[in-house]
């Protein structure tokens, strides 16, 4: 299994351009997340999906759209990046809601200028 | 969730025993707790989990003071590799919606060769 993986690796944006940051996971899991990292601090839950067409937002919504039409992909759009966006992006799987152990993908590190 | 209170950083001998300490005072019935490391430029990586009774696998053991208000991790022979910093997080596995993990600022462990 390659777990959790995440394209691309580094990114630099302009203001006002879009993006989409790309998460794919092979273990067939219900519940996949999107958080962000900003230097220094813990992570922040953005959007997250419990199953193929479902998705909700996590505590840092704003400026993200998410989509789950499979249930292996869990792609997260920037609409108009913004400074404020920079950050490094981690996706995470698990088997489901409420399950213990979730699995990360290696991380996209954003800068926008 | 609950909050949790971790020191900023330990220092560690390699091949040494390790302990890393969590205070969660106001934990609550249902909240499990969790740890989690990240490596340097990395996802974070589950380690383990618990209720109530001590936990081992093969990364590490838990261990869990009697009134759940803190709790040990221990690693039991600290690696280079183990340099990390160490998240202890408590999540309601079943009222929490979005199955979010609610980073601190964790633990920064430095291993001395």
């Known amino acids: 299994n390659a777990g959790v993986t995440q394209t691309p690796k580094f990114q630099v944006l302009k203001t006002g351009q879009s993006m989409t940051l790309q998460c794919a996971q092979d273990?067939?899991?219900?519940?996949m997340s999107w958080y962000r990292q900003d230097p220094g601090m813990g992570l922040r839950l953005i959007h997250y999906?419990?199953?193929?067409?479902?998705?909700d937002q996590g505590e840092v919504p704003n400026g993200y759209n998410v989509s789950r039409s499979t249930t292996e992909d869990f792609p997260l759009r920037l609409l108009s990046a913004a400074p404020s966006q920079t950050s490094v992006y981690f996706c995470?799987?698990?088997?489901?809601?409420?399950?213990?152990?979730?699995?990360f993908g290696p991380g996209t590190r954003l800068t926008v200028t | 969730d609950a909050k949790t209170t971790q020191p900023n950083s330990m220092e560690s001998n390699e091949e040494e025993p390790v302990h890393l300490p969590c205070n969660h005072s106001?934990?609550?019935?249902?909240?499990?707790i969790h740890w989690y490391r990240q490596l340097p430029s990395q996802g974070p990586e589950y380690v383990i989990h618990g209720l109530t009774s001590n936990v081992n696998n093969r990364m590490a053991s838990l261990a869990i003071a009697e009134d759940r208000k803190s709790s040990t991790l221990i690693l039991h022979r600290a690696t280079l590799r183990d340099a990390a910093v160490y998240y202890c997080i408590l999540r309601d596995n079943y009222g929490n919606a979005g199955n979010m993990l609610t980073f601190g600022g964790g633990t920064r462990l430095m291993v001395k060769p």
């Open positions: 106001t934990i609550s019935g249902t909240d499990y």
């Open positions: 999906s419990v199953g193929a067409g479902i998705t």
């Open positions: 995470a799987s698990s088997r489901a809601q409420g399950w213990n152990e979730q699995y």
């Open positions: 273990m067939n899991h219900e519940y």
